[in-house]
Structures are given as structure tokens and as C-alpha cells.
């Protein structure tokens, strides 16, 4: 079933971009770059999913294992580039290789760019494209299937379309890169090191928000240290049309605030003074991903179905709980997050990537379960013999009225 329609979505995408090597330019990334009618009210339109990963349009030179996740996409030179992580199952493995592949259609068709193999576990690929060079960050982890064992953060840098440099560690310490934006013509990233999963040590995680005019050197936005201290990690960021910055954490491990999430701020003039606030919102938004269209700012992540995050022992623990991915809306006024609508997305899912395609139009990338057991918890689908599949789809703010 699921080979007919990846080959029927593959062809329809052929039909629309008229299959031609002419068909895809470079947008930008920023959304300083476009104007957006702000008095105007809109509704947003969501795609069907494209099959991708797996399809039988994907290069002869790749041959992806049943878990398929941790995806990042960018536009590069008047190409489409995707990159993912692909083991035996969703736990660390040697046998993890992170693959790269290009196209020139948006996708219909696939060309092979590289194959990663370190020996080790590699997750979290974030593409940086900046000053006409395109680079691949992840981070190496370890092999135990049941240890969080961050060891080095690496980079790829590509030399031109199809072949790239053997990889480097970027930084040689348990690093680990999650955001990376270019804004304002630099490139910005957030990352974290810490103690992480540990029943020994209370969860101690410094997060770094740096900044780079060059994509080679990074330096910390402000010459802060860090921008937040306790149990979060991933930390996704967006600028404000006002230059101040917004930011969704992910606090899984908890601290003084409690566990689920925050949502921080930071004015234009600080950029690295976050206010989090004092308590945390019980929700927790695994797998953050913020994008800006005109004033309002949104939030693609993982949703927990069945309850919040916490400590109520009434609640199934989060792992047997059933998931799936969303997108949501940032309201400012009440520093808050509005839940809009949920994405194709099941068991184990939800590591999304978006990218601006026009004024009004953006492309996400995003892994999940197969999608006909929708009751499927976490972790029975992260053992699962079927894997995980990987899909593109497009979403759309159209002007009412």
C-alpha cells in the first residue's frame, strides 16, 4: 500500500513542478526578506504529505534502514537539499549513517550528495548556507541502545553539488547543535551541553545562543555564557518584525520551574537576556521548530495526545502515550502557545524542518510512523519493525475575504 502511494505522490509532484531543472530557485530564509499585510486575516491550508523516504525515486546509491528521522532540509544554490538520519531502529547504533541528497525539482526526483558513517551514533543534521557554502552540523553519540552519550559536534562542508569534504569535529566536546538560522545576514544557532538523563546528578543544562558573519567561526551572542540554566535542552528561536527574539524549550528533565516547556523572550537590545518566566508549561513540545509569517510567530512540534507532562502519577508515563506532530501559534499578548491544528504524524514522530518557499508559502519536512495505527505509543513504535518514513508537504497562508 505504502509503495503505491509514494510512487503516486512522486509522479503528482513531477506533474506540478513540470519536472524541469529550471523550475527551482533560491528563496530566502528570512522573513525580513518579505513583506506580509499584517491588517490582513488569513487561514492556513496544509498539504497532504509526499512520501519520500522510503520511494522508489530516491538514488540508486541509497538504501535507507527502517527508522528514518531526524530530518533538515535547506535551499542552496537553486537546490533542494535534505538530510537524515537512517538505523536499524530509533536508538543509537554503529550502523547509523546520515544521508545527503539534492534535487532540482522540489522534489519529484533525487540526486545523491553523500553518505556519513562514522562508526558511532549521529543525530540532530542542521544545514547552515551562507556566503555561496553549503554545511552539514550533527552530533556523534554513542552506540549503547539504552545511553544519551553525546561525544562531539561535526560539520560537512560541501565542495560542489554531489561531492563534499570527509567530515570534521567542529567542536570536540558533548555539544549539541539544535537551531541554526541565517537572519539579519549572519548565521545564528542554539545549542546545549549539560547532564542529561542521569538518576544520579539533578538535570543541569546550560543553552548557548552564538552568532557567525562567516558560518565558520560562532561566538556567543553578547558574550553571555549561556542563556538559560536547568532541565531544558532543545531550543528552537525566531526573530520578532520587531528584531526581539522568541524561543521554545523543551524541558524534559524539570527543575525549580517544573517540567514541560517554556516559552522565553528577549528584546532586540538583549538578545541574550532570555525571560522563560518562573513556571513551566506542563505541555511538552518535543522537537521545537519556529517559523515567522508577517507578525505572528508558529511552532511545529511533537503533541502528547494523551496528557500533559509531569508528575501526576495518575497519567500513563509519557513513553506508553500515544503522539503525534502539530503545529501551533504563538499568542504574545498572554505568552502563551495556541494549538492550530495537528500534521500527518503517529508514534514516533515529529523532528519537523520548515523553510520559506514565497511570502505566503513555506516547505516542511517531517518523520513519523506509518500512519494506519494512530493509537500507537512512543515507545511500541520506536521498537517497531516498520520504521519510520520520511515526508515533505507544504503549508500555505491564504488571505481571507
Known amino acids: 500500500m505504502f509503495r503505491s502511494i509514494f510512487i503516486c505522490s512522486a509522479l503528482l509532484l513531477c506533474i506540478l513542478s513540470a519536472c524541469s531543472s529550471d523550475s527551482l530557485t533560491t528563496p530566502s530564509d528570512d522573513p525580513n526578506d518579505y513583506q506580509v499585510d499584517a491588517s490582513i486575516e488569513y487561514t492556513l491550508e ?5 512520501w519520500i523516504v522510503p520511494s522508489a525515486f530516491l538514488p540508486e546509491e541509497m538504501t535507507p534502514s527502517a527508522s528514518n528521522n531526524n530530518v533538515d532540509i535547506v535551499f542552496h544554490d537553486k537546490r533542494l537539499y535534505m ?11 554503529s550502523q547509523t549513517i546520515m544521508w545527503v541528497m539534492s534535487s532540482n525539482d522540489m522534489g519529484a526526483t533525487w540526486d545523491f550528495e553523500t553518505k556519513i558513517h562514522i562508526g558511532s551514533d549521529m543525530r540532530e543534521p542542521r544545514f547552515l548556507s551562507l556566503n555561496n557554502t553549503l554545511q552539514l552540523f550533527f552530533f556523534e553519540g554513542g552506540v549503547d541502545p539504552l545511553a544519551f552519550e553525546p561525544k562531539a559536534f561535526w560539520r560537512c562542508t560541501q565542495k560542489k553539488s554531489g561531492q563534499w569534504q570527509e567530515p570534521e569535529i567542529f567542536i570536540n566536546e558533548g555539544e549539541i547543535p539544535w537551531d541554526i538560522k541565517v537572519r539579519y545576514g549572519k548565521a545564528y544557532m542554539t545549542s546545549y551541553a549539560g547532564i542529561l538523563y542521569s538518576s544520579e546528578q539533578e538535570p543541569y543544562v546550560e543553552i548557548f545562543f552564538k552568532e557567525s558573519d562567516d558560518g565558520q567561526t560562532f561566538h556567543n551572542v553578547e558574550d553571555a555564557d549561556f542563556v538559560h540554566a536547568g532541565g531544558s535542552s532543545e531550543a528552537a528561536f525566531e526573530f520578532d518584525s520587531d528584531g526581539s527574539l522568541w524561543a521554545v524549550l523543551r524541558n524534559q528533565e524539570g527543575d525549580a520551574s517544573g517540567k514541560g516547556s517554556h516559552l522565553c523572550h ?21 522537537s521545537p521548530e519556529l517559523f515567522r509569517h508577517g507578525d505572528d510567530i508558529y511552532l511545529v512540534a511533537r503533541r502528547d495526545i494523551d496528557g500533559i507532562y509531569g508528575n501526576d502519577e495518575s497519567q500513563l508515563p509519557y513513553s506508553l502515550r500515544a503522539k503525534t506532530s502539530a503545529i501551533y501559534k504563538i499568542n504574545k499578548a498572554e505568552r502563551r502557545l495556541e494549538h492550530l491544528q495537528d500534521l500527518p504524524g503517529a508514534g514516533d514522530t515529529a523532528f519537523p524542518s520548515v523553510r520559506r518557499t514565497g511570502a505566503h508559502t513555506f516547505l516542511l519536512a517531517n ?24 515526508y515533505l508537504l507544504d503549508i500555505e497562508f491564504v488571505p481571507e475575504g
Not at 496544509?46 to 509526499?50: D, G, H, T, V
Not at 538530510?83 to 547504533?93: C, D, E, K, Q, V
Open 83 to 93: 538530510a537524515w538520519r537512517s538505523a536499524p531502529t530509533h536508538f543509537a547504533s
Open 367 to 390: 518523520y513519523t510512523s506509518p500512519l494506519d495505527d494512530p493509537d500507537i505509543s512512543w515507545i511500541e513504535a520506536q521498537t517497531s519493525a516498520q520504521g519510520t518514513l520520511l
Open 266 to 286: 528577549a528584546s532586540a537590545g538583549s538578545l541574550s537576556q532570555w525571560d522563560c518566566g518562573d513556571t513551566a508549561d506542563p505541555n511538552r513540545y518535543d
Open 46 to 50: 496544509i498539504s497532504e504529505p509526499r
